[in-house]
């Protein structure tokens, strides 16, 4: 066993200094990912005085801290494991061209009092987030979404899952009474003893367990919409509906434990918070569209008993009271205004809502418009 160990951590050891080597220097990556590039060089460094500390206990012979020594070296196994094929991958793959993406990370962090002084990242992937709050935040965006406007909204989605991270106790028990409200209405009037009512009865509690994911997924639908109104209507919208007919609805057996609620469930909740905000008009736009999709696929609206009508209205003032105690930043009306001229300051908000205004207007000619918008943007936030 002591050979075993001893040759498991001098590979280990071995590995961690090829990574710290392998980082770039400093002076050739963006001011927004030097503190990222501190923690995770400072992990780093961390790690491989546990595993020197490891290699120290050995050569002391004595067999009874192999257990302990065993254990330690699989726990740093995976420490570094999730360093070398996650975190440090932002830092490997910087460019010039990243910056655009972490600029408006940095803003996203810099509006909430929780996460001003967490350090943010990217990665090339599906639209997503790592939201550990023990390493700094790796975040996910489709290569050619990188280099545009339109799908940065996307980020306000994924910030949610963070401050659910900061806030996860409290948030934690509001789903649990959103549970509990789900099950009452799901409780049948007659109660029966046979075979069929048990199996209805675990029908219910799937769907109930389902329900504490796929309120966190609202709650972060809500965040996004509540940091960029229409531009994030407009990029979740987008980036989904074409996606094919799983998009609109799935059999039972598939939403059994799913992570994330039918997306047409979603576009409901999001035409919700339309009308709340006086926008009805972009919420009957969205629905019709949304409806000619299905009806072209031959698809009815159909959750299989996960969502009835008789939810929305706990659920939504569940995840009304999941942003009272969050707080995420707060779109002002005035931020929806246009533009305008080259040389108006703008906020990233104004930007991306000007962004979708543009593209509606002219998607021929909206290439050069957001060419000259980032250039401005990111000069802006120098």
């Known amino acids: 066993m002591r ?128 939201p550990s709050l023990k390493y700094p935040i790796t975040y996910f965006m489709p290569t050619s979404a990188q280099y545009g406007l339109l799908y940065l909204p996307l980020f306000f989605h994924e910030f949610g899952h963070l401050l659910y991270a900061c806030h996860k106790p409290e948030l934690d028990e509001l789903v649990i009474d959103l549970q509990k409200e789900l099950a009452s209405l799901l409780e049948p009037v007659v109660k029966r003893d046979d075979q069929q009512a048990k199996q209805e009865a675990q029908k219910r509690q799937i769907i109930i367990h389902t329900w504490f994911t796929w309120s966190q997924e609202l709650f972060c639908d809500a965040v996004g919409f509540q940091i960029g109104g229409l531009c994030f209507v407009n990029a979740f919208s987008m980036y989904l509906k074409m996606w094919g007919s799983d998009r609109f609805s799935l059999a039972f057996e598939n939403l059994v434990y799913s992570s994330h609620p039918v997306a047409w469930l979603r576009i409901k909740l999001l035409c919700e918070y339309l009308r709340q905000s006086g926008l009805e008009e972009y919420a009957h736009k969205l629905e019709i569209e949304w409806k000619s999709i299905a009806d072209a696929l031959s698809i009815k609206e159909d959750y299989f008993g996960f969502y009835n009508e008789e939810f929305l209205t706990p659920i939504m003032a569940t995840i009304h009271d999941m942003l009272i105690e ?15 001229s080259a040389n108006q300051n703008i906020s990233p908000i104004q930007l991306l809502n000007s962004a979708w205004l543009k593209f509606h207007e002219n998607p021929e000619a909206y290439k050069n418009w957001e060419q000259e918008a980032v250039s401005i943007f990111s000069n802006q936030l120098e």
């Not at 420490?79 to 991958?89: A, C, K, P, S, T």
């Open 3 to 130: 050979e075993i160990l001893e040759h498991s951590n001098l590979a280990l050891l071995y590995e961690i200094d090829l990574l710290i080597s392998a980082l770039p220097s400093k002076e050739t990556i963006a001011d927004e990912l030097l503190t990222y590039y501190d923690q995770i060089y400072e992990s780093a460094r961390q790690l491989r005085q546990k595993v020197l500390q490891s290699l120290s206990d050995l050569r002391k012979q004595r067999k009874q801290l192999f257990i302990d020594i065993l254990s330690n070296t699989q726990i740093y196994t995976r420490e570094f494991h999730l360093l070398n094929y996650r975190l440090v991958i932002p830092l490997r793959r910087y460019r010039p061209s990243d910056q655009l993406c972490l600029k408006m990370i940095r803003w996203l962090h810099t509006i909430h009092p929780q996460t001003r002084s967490t350090p943010g990242a990217f990665c090339d992937g599906d639209v997503g987030i790592y």
């Open 326 to 340: 969050t707080e995420p930043y707060k779109l002002k009306p005035e931020k929806l205004a246009d533009m305008g």
